[in-house]
């Protein structure tokens, strides 16, 4: 039974980790609503420390495959779709420095020196590659935008931190090459085969970029509203409509962990709308924000028991 178990643990998903970042989003999401309200009760801390328990047990069990399939690990770095999830192991770093900004700023200092190192040696290795290799079209979604996305939510970090040069350095890098992405992606969707069924609710990481760029560009602008800044994020609301006006198709596809992608791009355009809020003091956004965050908790939710019930149906730690 045991030698069954440690076979199943050699095909655990990389994938996992973007369970661990959704519950991230919603920590800082959650921390918003409070300062909003000034909510005496942080319910954002405990959603902050489960998140930090449950990245560290997919950390562990993630080690425990490194030692027992490294042959496996190797083959999902060097694979055109699953080596965009790796970013997502450090990118969880950044989003605690974020939300430990208010808790310690010792600790909060050491997840992001961690991130800028571990993203520096990624971003480089993935230009490298892109510039080195043959890309098939197909194989592109927007999963793509993650490796570089993260990039973007430097100066939120840094706003506290003081790292001012390092931020913009990784935040032009972001902004540069989110236009050149988006024009291949938007390509490859119009005019070439159907994105697979599987990956599908990628479709829903469109909302998020024009989302972080309105926070990070407000947050290195001393949290001035200018007119840019509203270009980016009514752009977001755009493509959530566009998304979601798709709902009958995404519906129907299968329960697979690319389903988290619904939301991270939820919670990027829910702290969009708190801060668009917070700058404006309109009601229409005081609802739409209330809108957006109920609509994260229900998704996450409804993510966490499908993944219960797949777990439970043994589908986890399967070959593909």
């Known amino acids: 039974m045991k030698k069954n178990k440690t ?22 999401a959650s921390h ?14 405990y959603i902050l420390y489960f998140t930090t328990i449950f990245f560290s047990i997919i950390s562990l069990l993630y080690i425990i495959k490194l030692f027992i399939n490294i042959s496996d690990v190797k083959n999902d770095f060097n694979h055109p779709v699953k ?50 290799h043959e890309t098939n079209i197909n194989t592109m979604n927007p999963l ?5 996305v993260w990039n973007m939510i430097a100066p939120i970090a840094w706003f506290k931190l003081w790292y001012e040069e390092l931020s913009w350095f990784f935040f032009s ?24 069924q599987k990956l599908m609710p990628t479709l829903f990481i469109l909302i998020a970029p024009p989302s972080i760029w309105f926070i990070s560009f407000t947050t ?24 979601i006006s798709k709902i009958n198709i995404l519906k129907k596809i299968k329960f697979y962990l690319s389903w988290w992608a619904y939301s991270f791009p939820m919670a990027a355009i829910t702290i969009a709308t708190i801060l668009y ?34 777990i439970k149906k043994r589908e986890l730690c399967v070959e593909e």
């Not at 974020?98 to 993203?119: E, M």
């Not at 793509?144 to 570089?148: D, N, Q, S, T, V």
């Open 7 to 28: 076979c199943r643990l050699e095909f655990f998903n990389i994938s996992f980790f973007a369970a661990v970042m959704w519950f991230a989003w919603l920590s800082i």
């Open 32 to 45: 918003k609503l409070e300062e909003i309200y000034n909510l005496s009760f942080h319910f954002s801390s």
């Open 83 to 132: 080596s965009n999830f790796f970013p997502w192991i450090w990118k969880i770093l950044l989003l605690l420095a974020i939300w430990f900004l208010t808790i310690n700023k010792w600790l909060s200092n050491l997840f992001w020196i961690s991130w800028i190192i571990f993203q520096s040696i990624f971003t480089i290795i993935l230009f490298r590659r892109w510039m080195l």
């Open 144 to 148: 793509w935008f993650l490796p570089i």
């Open 173 to 196: 890098i972001w902004i540069i090459m989110w236009f050149v992405l988006f024009t291949i992606i938007m390509n490859r969707i119009i005019f070439h085969n159907p994105i697979p």
């Open 220 to 243: 290195l602008n001393n949290w001035e509203l200018m007119q840019l800044w509203k270009i980016m994020y009514y752009f977001s609301l755009f493509m959530f409509i566009i998304i």
């Open 277 to 310: 809020y917070k700058l404006t003091w309109t009601v229409f956004f005081y609802f739409l924000w209330t809108f957006f965050y109920s609509l994260l908790v229900i998704i996450i939710l409804l993510l966490f028991y499908k993944t219960y019930k797949w």
